[in-house]
């Protein structure tokens, strides 16, 4: 009997701690809390601390406190000048009312897919009423506190505060930067065979003025050295004839000489002469002196 009694109290301790277990429950410093009742909510527990419930019949969801951040992947939005563009944004939220969250959401996966979607409608609906020069300008503040406005107003019907909206990149999509890149490429290349001729041309006529410059000068170099060799020729006939002035017999025997120089100098030369001829005149007067 005492054994069987000891079994009893065994169990019935074990049934006791199963069921304080059951109706304790501790809120965290981060945490807060939604008790439920056959699935119904009937009250929020936000202070930090044990808490108690009733045991098997409610049970408790807890929600973080703290700021969250939602980073959903990038989306292309058409502008108001039909650019398209992949945006790239992020959120950072706090759940706020868990009563309202729980009715509409209940998970936070589920709140951050139905979040997402609320960024993603409220950037497109924003940016598609704006140009790309506009969003690259100084409005780019406005229109980030347009979104985050608009964030706000739809993010409160499922129970969270958004902190803060931001576009962290919006870049072209992939096949338009390709393209833009080809035709950069091909308005270079264009760019380039024009430049390429354009200075093949000034090349050709620079050439033709340095050619044609180089024509006048040697004309006008030759001119100039023809009236100088003319002058020079004018100059030593002067020369000449004044010598010759002077002395008329020695300029006679002056161009003998030459003429004897001239004529047999050449030794294949064939001389047929008188030797009365004038033109041994001074050769003879040699002779007869040398006799």
Aim: with cysteine.
């Amino acid at each position: 009997m005492r054994t069987n009694f000891k079994y009893y109290l065994a169990a019935c301790g074990i049934a006791v701690l199963f069921v304080l277990a059951n109706a304790i429950y501790i809120v965290n410093q981060a945490e807060q809390a939604i008790v439920l009742q056959f699935g119904e909510p009937i009250r929020v527990v936000k202070e930090p601390g044990l808490k108690f419930k009733i045991p098997f019949i409610q049970n408790v969801v807890f929600y973080d406190m703290r700021l969250l951040n939602l980073d959903p992947p990038a989306q292309e939005v058409v502008l108001n000048d039909k650019k398209r563009l992949d945006v790239d944004s992020f959120t950072r939220y706090r759940i706020i009312n868990p009563l309202r969250f729980y009715q509409t959401v209940r998970t936070e996966d589920q709140a951050q897919s139905k979040l997402a979607e609320i960024v993603n409608s409220s950037v497109r609906k924003i940016l598609g009423r704006i140009t790309l020069q506009e969003l690259l300008s100084e409005k780019r503040n406005q229109i980030m506190r347009d979104i985050s406005k608009a964030v706000k107003i739809d993010a409160e019907q499922i129970g969270v505060n958004v902190a803060d909206v931001r576009i962290r990149r919006a870049d072209l999509p992939l096949e338009v930067l390709q393209a833009i890149n080809a035709r950069m490429k091909t308005e270079r290349e264009r760019d380039a065979k024009e430049f390429r001729a354009r200075g093949q041309q000034e090349a050709q006529q620079i050439r033709a003025a340095a050619e044609k410059e180089k024509t006048i000068i040697i004309a006008e170099a030759e001119k100039q050295a023809q009236i100088t060799r003319g002058e020079g020729d004018k100059e030593a006939i002067k020369i000449w004839n004044d010598a010759a002035n002077q002395d008329k017999e020695f300029f006679a025997f002056y161009r003998s000489l030459e003429a004897y120089k001239n004529s047999l100098s050449n030794g294949e030369a064939s001389l047929v002469l008188s030797p009365d001829s004038e033109f041994f005149k001074y050769f003879r007067k040699s002779l007869n002196t040398g006799n």
